[in-house]
Every structure is written in C-alpha cells, then in structure tokens.
C-alpha cells in the first residue's frame, strides 16, 4: 500500500521541506533563542514549534480546518490572535536593552530562560499562526481524499510533524554552536530587536 501512494508522500515531503525553508515566524524564534540563549532552550524552542504544528494537524484532520477557513469571522479572529501574538514578542524584542556581559575563566555566563517559556515560545508562535494553518490545510487538502486510507493520513501527519522536529532541531543545533552564540553574545540586545522587528512586519502582512 505504502508503494502505492509513495510519489504522493514524496511529493508532501518535498511541498513541506520548501514551506520549512521558507523564512517565517517559526524560523526566526528559533535562531534568536539559539543565538542568545542555551543550547537547550534552542531545542527546547524547536520542539515547541514542532507541537504547535500537531495543533494543526488535529484540527484540520477533524474537519474544523476547513470550517475555519471558510468561516469569515472565525478566520478572522483566528488571524488577529495570530497577528497580535507576533507582534507582542516583536514588541517585546524591540524593547530589548543592551546587557553587561561578565566573564568567568574565559566564558561568558550565559544567560537562559525557564525551559517551559523556551517550549511555550516556539508553541505559540507556530499554534497562532494563520499562514501556518493555510499551508498544511493547503497541502493535506490537496493530497487527502474521502477514499485515503487512514495509514496513508497517519503517515502524511507523522511526516510533516517528524520533518518539522528535524529541520528545526538543525537549525536550533546550528545555530546554538558555541563559538556562533559567543560571537552573538555582545550584540544580544541588536538579535532580538532586528528578530522583533521582523515579526512585527510578518504580524502586520498577516493583519493586512
């Protein structure tokens, strides 16, 4: 069976990783919790992220995808939480303040935030995404038919939820690179001011 709908699941695949590599909210959240935080709280973020696709998922697979989208003011309020949360952390990194950084035996201490504000960061900003719901609802519906299997949608769920755990764990481990963070260290306030910046302009797109 799996051979049988195997160009559709390499088809998904590809359409997912090109929406993975696509630059958005998700991508940015990651690499400034990477640059600025702990390696752990950079994994911590991309897990998030990768938790906040499943809401989707669940969604969409229950059919409320579809009523949403077609549902003006339900699509509508959906939207504005969405945008409204990307520009409140935007706002928050604007607001960021140049920090002293003090050095001990060569290495700097860094700075971290709680692992469930990590995790919640990288939630929220996937959850409340509108685009982010176009995209899979877009994609499944385009692949899922009355007639699929349920195997086959279980599979379509696991590969898009396993891809996104992949890329961004690459992106959260790379960027998290020690010598990477320690180079970024001193320009920490200069990250999420420009990483704020970038999300207020995609929380304003999405509004518009």
Do not use: C
Not at 132 to 139: E, G, R, V
């Amino acid at each position: 069976m799996i051979l049988e709908y195997f160009p559709s699941i390499a088809a998904l695949f590809s359409i997912q990783l090109l929406g993975l590599m696509s630059p958005g909210p998700d991508f940015a959240i990651v690499v400034k919790n990477s640059l600025i935080y702990t390696r752990k709280t950079a994994i911590l973020t991309a897990i998030g992220v990768s938790l906040g696709v499943l809401v989707h998922l669940s969604y969409i697979f229950l059919g409320l995808g579809i009523i949403i989208a077609q549902t003006t003011w339900l699509f509508l309020l959906f939207k504005y939480v969405g945008a409204s949360y990307l520009i409140y952390i935007g706002i928050k990194g604007l607001l960021a303040k140049k920090q002293k950084i003090s050095y001990e035996k060569n290495k700097p201490q860094q700075q971290d935030i709680l692992p469930l504000k990590a995790l919640r960061a990288g939630f929220f900003t996937n959850a409340t995404n509108p685009k982010a719901m176009l995209f899979f609802l877009s994609i499944i519906s385009a692949f899922v038919t009355p007639k699929e299997p349920a195997f086959i949608i279980a599979i379509y769920g696991v590969l898009i939820f396993a891809s996104t755990l992949a890329w961004f764990l690459i992106v959260a481990i790379f960027f998290s690179n020690k010598r990477l963070s320690l180079f970024f260290k001193n320009f920490q306030y200069l990250i999420e001011r420009v990483t704020g910046g970038f999300l207020i302009l995609l929380g304003v797109k999405i509004l518009l």
